[in-house]
């Protein structure tokens, strides 16, 4: 395998994913809208951002990741799941197919999430390519970065911020709780896995708190400028439901001209850290295209 090939990657995610699915001893009424919602056509931002870093030093670094990117991807999809129901963002339409609780229904939708969420957990406390301390540190960082004081409280901002004016500040806080923290958990689960120094660790971190900037900028811009078609989820799902985004506050040309002061940012981290470990991490440039708008 190339080091530097995310399509290899991520083969070895949807490996690693079904097996664990065909692991799961779940219910079939259950497994169907899990399944349905995990093998719908997600991007794997933040578990290929995970196995990348560790395949930068290593493919023996990055298997050992591998669980532990399958129980982010639980995390990630059961909060797309809950994200889409009527009492949150009440989206028909998630990658241009129908969200779980119009497939399914609202409740079975509810249990999913409820189930990937914690299912994840399991997975991890279960993965014998990992040591113990290791997996300790995962879990409580990954449940700090999930919980309510992490995505959940990102979430409950974002609820809080409809229909009211917020400060770019405020709303710079919501995406770094509701976006960032599953990059950041990415990239600092890589730093515990891979065994690298905290110098390290720490511009990984940076990394990843920079890419969620970026991400959740660049989804706002979608949002505004793409129909359906291609944010898959109806056309200015945020304009319907009053949100303030990056667009609304600054407008559309000072939004792109933040999201190319970030992108920079994120470069010059890219740098730093490839000269700091002497490992090539150019790869993470390939997530930065993720944000490439036209
Ligand atoms: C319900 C607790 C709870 C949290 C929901 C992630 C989230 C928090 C809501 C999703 C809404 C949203 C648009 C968030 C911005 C981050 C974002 C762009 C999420 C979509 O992630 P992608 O693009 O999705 O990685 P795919 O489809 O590729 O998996």
Same mark, same amino acid.
């Given at each position: 395998?190339?080091?530097?090939?995310?399509?290899?990657?991520?083969?070895?995610?949807?490996? #690693?994913?079904?097996?664990?699915?065909?692991?799961?001893?779940?219910?079939?009424?259950?497994?169907?809208?899990?399944?349905?919602?995990?093998?719908?056509?997600?991007?794997?931002?933040?578990?290929?951002?995970?196995?990348?870093?560790?395949?930068?030093?290593? #493919?023996?670094?990055?298997?050992?990741?591998?669980?532990?990117?399958?129980?982010?991807?639980?995390?990630?999809? %059961?909060?797309?799941?809950?994200?889409?129901?009527?009492?949150?963002?009440?989206?028909? $339409?998630?990658?241009?197919?129908?969200?779980?609780?119009?497939?399914?229904?609202?409740?079975?939708?509810?249990?999913?999430?409820?189930?990937?969420?914690?299912?994840?957990?399991? $997975?991890?406390?279960?993965?014998?390519?990992?040591?113990?301390?290791?997996?300790?540190?995962?879990?409580?960082?990954?449940?700090?970065?999930?919980?309510?004081?992490?995505?959940?409280?990102?979430?409950?901002?974002?609820?809080?911020?409809?229909?009211?004016?917020?400060?770019?500040? #405020?709303?710079?806080?919501?995406?770094?709780?509701?976006?960032?923290?599953?990059?950041?958990?990415?990239?600092?689960?890589?730093?515990?896995?891979?065994?690298?120094?905290?110098?390290? #660790?720490? $511009?990984?971190?940076?990394?990843?708190?920079?890419?969620?900037?970026? %991400?959740?900028?660049?989804?706002?811009?979608?949002?505004?400028?793409?129909?359906?078609?291609?944010?898959?989820?109806?056309?200015?799902?945020?304009?319907?439901?009053?949100?303030?985004?990056?667009?609304?506050?600054?407008? $559309?040309?000072?939004?792109?001209?933040?999201?190319?002061?970030?992108?920079?940012?994120?470069?010059?981290?890219?740098?730093?850290?490839?000269?700091?470990?002497?490992?090539? %991490?150019?790869?993470?440039?390939?997530?930065?295209?993720?944000?490439?708008?036209?």
């Amino acid at each position: 395998m190339t080091k530097q090939d995310l399509n290899d990657l991520r083969n070895v995610f949807e490996t #690693e994913l079904d097996k664990h699915i065909r692991l799961l001893q779940t219910p079939i009424e259950m497994l169907k809208p899990m399944i349905y919602s995990l093998k719908g056509g997600g991007k794997r931002l933040r578990p290929l951002l995970l196995l990348a870093i560790l395949n930068a030093e290593s #493919e023996k670094h990055m298997k050992k990741g591998a669980t532990t990117a399958v129980a982010l991807e639980f995390i990630h999809t %059961y909060s797309l799941i809950h994200d889409d129901l009527p009492a949150m963002d009440n989206d028909d $339409l998630r990658r241009g197919q129908p969200t779980a609780h119009i497939k399914f229904d609202e409740a079975t939708a509810i249990l999913a999430g409820d189930a990937l969420l914690t299912d994840a957990f399991c $997975l991890i406390s279960d993965d014998s390519k990992l040591k113990s301390k290791q997996k300790v540190k995962i879990i409580s960082l990954l449940s700090s970065a999930a919980g309510s004081h992490g995505m959940v409280a990102g979430q409950l901002g974002d609820m809080q911020a409809e229909n009211k004016e917020i400060t770019l500040e #405020e709303l710079n806080q919501i995406h770094e709780f509701k976006t960032g923290k599953l990059f950041t958990f990415a990239t600092q689960a890589a730093a515990i896995i891979g065994e690298f120094t905290p110098e390290v #660790e720490e $511009l990984l971190v940076n990394f990843g708190e920079t890419f969620g900037v970026l %991400y959740q900028i660049h989804n706002d811009l979608l949002d505004v400028i793409d129909d359906s078609s291609l944010s898959g989820k109806g056309h200015s799902s945020d304009e319907f439901n009053k949100k303030s985004t990056y667009p609304n506050l600054l407008g $559309l040309e000072e939004s792109k001209e933040v999201l190319g002061q970030e992108r920079e940012k994120a470069e010059k981290i890219i740098e730093k850290i490839t000269k700091l470990s002497g490992t090539d %991490y150019s790869i993470l440039n390939k997530f930065l295209s993720f944000t490439d708008i036209d």
